[in-house]
T-cell receptor, first 112, second 116 residues
Framework: SQKIEQNSEALNIQEGKTATLTCNYTNYSPAYLQWYRQDPGRGPVFLLLIRENEKEKRKERLKVTFDTTLKQSLFHITASQPADSATYLCALDKSGYSTLTFGKGTMLLVSP | GAVVSQHPSWVICKSGTSVKIECRSLDFQATTMFWYRQFPKQSLMLMATSNEGSKATYEQGVEKDKFLINHASLTLSTLTVTSAHPEDSSFYIC????????????FGPGTRLLVL
């Protein structure tokens, strides 16, 4: 079965710096890889989706890369702000029609 | 657009009672809805996949007689936790997939269940 590892449980950075979060998977390469933001006591909020044939996707201050050779996705937040503090979840979708498999998430804390 | 609501947002009940949680897609039709459970500091774990008008597909280890799922319309799915016990206390989250947007799932805000 698919195993997903997200780097450290928590990541602390200073405001203005770039946060880089890692998502590694062990089995099949998914058709889609998605990133979500989850605040405490709330459901996940969709951020970005990247397809297996895409290397990079951007949305405002967010950037996602997808390397199917390394079986890894990197999620970057540039010019980070305290409001970016949350848990970020990586999720894999095998085919686009299938269910999502989530990682445990990385808690990001941006200090002013 | 693409808003999913859940009701109630939190519930406290006595052991042995049944609890129903509603999940609604407010501005789109969801042919498929998913139910997840999340324990503190853990990943979202898929419990079941629900397709409108058909029986839900449960993940391994999830008791279908304990977690009853009904997906009677394209905008509403319900999860009923029957004879709830303290170990069922968790954060239950639903999501809905819009049939026209491949790969996209929209999540509800979650329901916190505490069984005393």
């Amino acid at each position: 079965s698919q195993k997903i590892e997200q780097n450290s449980e928590a990541l602390n950075i200073q405001e203005g710096k770039t946060a880089t979060l890692t998502c590694n998977y062990t089995n099949y390469s998914p058709a889609y890889l998605q990133w979500y933001r989850q605040d405490p006591g709330r459901g996940p909020v969709f951020l970005l989706l990247i397809r297996e044939n895409e290397k990079e996707k951007r949305k405002e201050r967010l950037k996602v890369t997808f390397d199917t050779t390394l079986k890894q996705s990197l999620f970057h937040i540039t010019a980070s702000q305290p409001a970016d503090s949350a848990t970020y979840l990586c999720a894999l979708d095998k085919s686009g029609y299938s269910t999502l498999t989530f990682g445990k998430g990385t808690m990001l804390l941006v200090s002013p | 657009g693409a808003v999913v609501s859940q009701h109630p947002s939190w519930v406290i009940c006595k052991s042995g009672t049944s609890v129903k949680i509603e999940c609604r897609s407010l501005d789109f039709q969801a042919t498929t809805m998913f139910w997840y459970r999340q324990f503190p500091k853990q990943s979202l774990m898929l419990m079941a996949t629900s397709n409108e008008g058909s029986k839900a597909t449960y993940e391994q280890g999830v008791e279908k007689d304990k977690f009853l799922i009904n997906h009677a319309s394209l905008t509403l799915s319900t999860l009923t936790v029957t004879s709830a016990h303290p170990e069922d206390s968790s954060f239950y989250i639903c999501s809905a997939r819009e049939s026209t947007l491949l790969g996209s799932q929209y999540f509800g805000p979650g329901t916190r269940l505490l069984v005393l």
